[in-house]
C-alpha cells in the first residue's frame, strides 16, 4: 500500500475526535471513536513508551486492533472468490496472517503519530454494514478523506476495510491476492504474505 495511505491508517487509528460533539453520530461512529479514544490513550502513556515496555505496548495496541477489525470478514473479502476453496484450516490462518499483517505493518508504527486530529463526518447504514467517514487533518491544515467500512456481529460494530483517497485496503490486498493464486498456490500466497510480515 502506498506510504502515504499506510502513514493515514495509522494516524486513523491512533487518533481520538477531537472536533464536533457526537450527538449525530451513530453506533457505527460511537464504537469506533471509543476504540481510537483507547488507542490515543495507549499512545500518551509515558510510562508504556519506557523500553523495557515496549512489547506490554505493543501486545495492547494488538488486542485493541482486534477490537477495531473483524479479521475473519477482511480475510473473506481479501480471498474474495478463492475463500470458498479454502479448507477451515486455510480459513483460519488467512485470518491470522492478515492480523499479523496489519498489525506488524501498521500498528507497529503508531509512533508517526504527530498531533494531526480526526473529524468524525457521520456514517451510513444498510442492514449490517456501515461506512464511518471521518477526514484527518494535518497540524498544517491538509486534510485527508479516510472511511471505514463497518460490519456489525451482535451488538459490534468492527471494521473490515479502509478506504484512503478512493484507495481500498481490501482492493489492494485481494488483488494482489488473487494475482498470487491464479498463478500459484495458496501455500505460495501464505509464503508470500509471511514475507512480508
Known amino acids: 500500500m502506498h506510504a502515504r495511505c499506510g502513514r493515514a491508517l495509522v494516524i486513523g487509528l ?33 510510562e508504556l513508551k519506557a523500553p523495557a515496555k515496549a512489547a506490554e505496548r505493543r501486545e495492547t495496541l494488538r488486542r485493541l486492533a482486534f477490537e477495531v477489525f473483524d479479521f475473519e470478514e ?12 479454502r479448507t477451515p484450516a486455510e480459513r483460519s490462518e488467512s485470518v491470522q496472517l492478515l492480523a499479523d499483517l496489519i498489525e506488524r505493518s501498521y500498528v507497529g508504527r503508531m509512533d508517526a503519530y504527530s498531533g494531526e486530529r480526526v473529524v468524525f463526518l457521520g456514517d451510513t ?24 467500512r463497518m460490519f456489525r456481529r451482535g451488538d459490534r460494530w468492527r471494521v473490515y476495510d479502509v478506504t484512503i483517497e478512493g484507495v481500498s485496503l481490501v482492493a489492494n490486498y485481494r488483488s494482489q491476492f488473487d494475482r498470487i493464486l491464479q498463478r500459484s498456490s495458496f501455500q505460495q500466497l501464505v509464503n508470500q504474505v509471511k514475507e512480508k510480515r
Not at 480471498?79 to 476453496?85: D, G, N, P, Y
Open 14 to 46: 491512533a487518533l481520538a475526535v477531537l472536533a464536533a460533539p457526537r450527538a449525530w453520530a451513530g453506533p457505527p461512529t460511537d464504537q469506533l471513536s471509543e476504540r481510537i479514544d483507547q488507542v490515543l490513550k495507549v499512545l500518551g502513556d509515558q
Open 74 to 85: 477482511l480475510a473473506k473479502r481479501c480471498l474474495a472468490r478463492h475463500w470458498e476453496a
Open 125 to 148: 447504514i444498510d442492514g449490517e454494514l456501515a461506512v464511518v467517514k471521518t477526514r484527518i487533518v494535518s497540524k498544517q491544515s491538509t486534510e485527508l478523506p479516510v472511511d471505514y
